[in-house]
């Protein structure tokens, strides 16, 4: 990877939604004020952490990350649920 593309706009916005689904997964929904809602938030992010979708996999390669690595350190990093797979 170079200077220029490790810089480059779209993976810029790849590292945003990564960063941001990390930190709805963390329970850290700072622009949701209702319990349930930002529950339901939170337990998606996880979800899409935990299931390892085509989704996933496409936001973490154009944001120039392992999807196998990312999804293992943060997996790691979060509170245990018993609903998710792992």
């Known amino acids: 990877m170079t200077v220029a593309d490790h ?11 990564l960063g941001r689904a990390v930190q709805d997964a963390a329970e850290r929904v ?3 004020s209702q319990p349930v ?3 339901r938030l939170c ?3 996880r979800r899409w952490f935990a299931t ?4 996933f996999r496409y936001a973490c390669e154009s944001a120039g990350y392992d999807p196998d690595y990312l999804r ?3 997996l790691a990093i979060l509170p245990q649920s018993p609903d998710l797979p792992s």
């Open 52 to 55: 390892n979708s085509a989704d």
């Open 30 to 32: 700072g622009a949701i």
């Open 7 to 17: 810089f480059a706009p779209e993976r810029q916005l790849w590292c945003a939604v």
């Open 43 to 45: 337990d998606e992010a």
């Open 72 to 74: 293992a350190r943060v």
């Open 37 to 39: 809602a930002r529950r």
